[in-house]
């Protein structure tokens, strides 16, 4: 099996040695790039997360894991991490933050334990999930599988239940020793554990390291029993998180991020592949506007994500909007939206470099948008910070809205560095005018959010 990984919008050269890992075989190539071409994140034209040139395969903005027959390539962002070592100790740092922004946007929450025993150099992004979620399954169903009571039809010798009159007469209209009873069955073939034997069965088919695969026909055996179903069939509509099953929530996620569209089986022929990818310009966004809103968890403030949703233009016979807005991050004070943050999985270019410092002009003009529908005083285009910047993170520049008491300022924020995260945020949300401004006697300081910055 050949294992090849490449960065975010790095390339791979094609080369006839498979013990070369910085080329990868022309076969391989062609197999791994017809299946990113079926990823629904491949786009249109089918280059969304591969590029197949002539002389190399070319990442995009998609991170991740392609397989193939033959061989897995592992897709890692650009994120710059201080380490010590060589590439794989800095890949295995990567890998290891990619998990934790994960963690924080689908809400899961990973224990601490089980990440420091993780083979962060050996093991590809794949099989660390495939790692989490089978422990996590073990741990659960040795302290008892769900169960509910579902409605079921039998027939027996004697009444259970209720007696089922229609069938009773129709079926058994000849047979009066047989009843058609019709009662509720405490039962663990539920919804959640098909659900969860679904994820199972396919990562048997997948997972090479061989812990996951032992732990995976361990729970395949306590899972015998539960019907099997589709995975296009499955029940996401009717699983209920309640206090009685509330042990299980992060398993769910889990599984839902294993088997819905995020995660595809694709099959050509003879040859099958599979692919686990993330867009990170989403999964970017995702992860600041669930940390924006625990930062401000308690405070006066309330955070929306995705939402506003006003329309940019309205039809004057009808009165239809047309061109929806949907702002990443909104915060409100009150009715009243104080700041719009949007997030560009992008390099912010150092302004000694760039006046413009890398933004684009189409990026402008949506801040404009957004700040003309929302009248928020406060606009933030949020980029990763990285080492080039020449300064720490925050906020790098803030201009002001020709005729207008409105600016819109760039900042970047370093996902590099988990450890106080929230503190860095509220800097950043509530010292308007940054420790990282690189001029800050050209610029005037616009109203910040109020109620943390004094404190």
């Not at 924006?292 to 955070?303: I, K, P």
């Not at 106080?420 to 990282?436: D, K, Q, S, T, V």
């Amino acid at each position: 099996m050949i294992r090849r990984t490449v960065h975010e919008w790095g390339r791979l050269p094609y080369g006839s040695d498979p013990g070369n890992p910085n080329t990868i075989p022309f076969d391989l190539a062609d197999r791994l790039a017809a299946a990113a071409k079926v990823s629904p994140l491949s786009g249109r034209g089918g280059r969304g997360v591969l590029e197949h040139g002539r002389h190399a395969l070319r990442a995009r903005g998609v991170v991740g894991v392609l397989a193939a027959e033959g061989g897995t390539l592992e897709i890692l962002p650009k994120i710059d991490i201080p380490v010590e070592g060589g590439k794989e100790e800095q890949n295995a740092a990567i890998r290891e933050r990619l998990v934790h922004m994960l963690a924080v946007a689908l809400d899961i929450r990973l224990d601490i334990g089980t990440l420091t025993e993780l083979n962060w150099q050996r093991d590809t992004l794949l099989e660390i999930v495939v790692r989490v979620f089978t422990e996590r399954l073990a741990d659960a169903v040795r302290q008892g599988m769900p169960r509910r009571y579902v409605d079921h039809e039998d027939d027996l010798p004697t009444l259970q239940g209720s007696l089922n009159v229609i069938r009773q007469f129709t079926r058994h209209a000849a047979n009066p020793s047989r009843l058609a009873c019709r009662f509720d069955l405490f039962s663990e073939d539920i919804p959640l554990n098909r659900i969860m034997k679904a994820a199972v069965s396919r990562l048997l088919r997948i997972a090479r390291n061989t812990a996951n695969q032992r732990r995976l026909r361990e729970l395949a055996f306590v899972y015998a029993e539960t019907t099997d179903v589709q995975v296009s069939a499955l029940p996401w509509d009717r699983i209920i998180i309640d206090r009685t099953n509330k042990r299980w929530q992060d398993l769910f996620l889990l599984a839902r991020l294993l088997l819905t569209d995020r995660f595809q089986t694709t099959t050509a022929g003879v040859s099958s592949g599979f692919s686990l990818l993330f867009e990170m310009n989403t999964l970017f966004e995702e992860y600041v506007g669930r940390l924006v809103r625990r930062a401000l968890r308690g405070t006066e403030f309330q955070v929306s994500l995705q939402g506003g949703r006003l329309y940019c233009l309205t039809e004057t016979e009808t009165e239809r909007g047309l061109f929806q807005t949907k702002p990443d991050i909104l915060i409100r004070q009150g009715s009243d939206v104080v700041h719009v943050i949007d997030t560009k999985w992008k390099r912010l270019a150092p302004r000694m470099d760039d006046v413009k410092q890398g933004v684009s002009q189409s990026d402008v003009y949506q801040m404009m948008a957004y700040g003309q529908l929302y009248q928020s005083p406060r606009l933030t285009l949020l980029y990763p910070h990285h080492s080039a910047l020449g300064v720490a993170e925050g906020i790098h520049a803030r201009h002001r809205v020709t005729e207008r008491d409105m600016y819109l300022e760039t900042a970047s924020l370093n996902v590099a560095d988990g450890q106080g995260i929230f503190g860095r945020l509220h800097r950043l949300l509530f010292e308007p005018l940054g420790r990282a401004s690189p001029h800050p006697a050209r610029q005037a300081a616009p109203p910040g959010l109020p109620g943390l910055g004094s404190q």
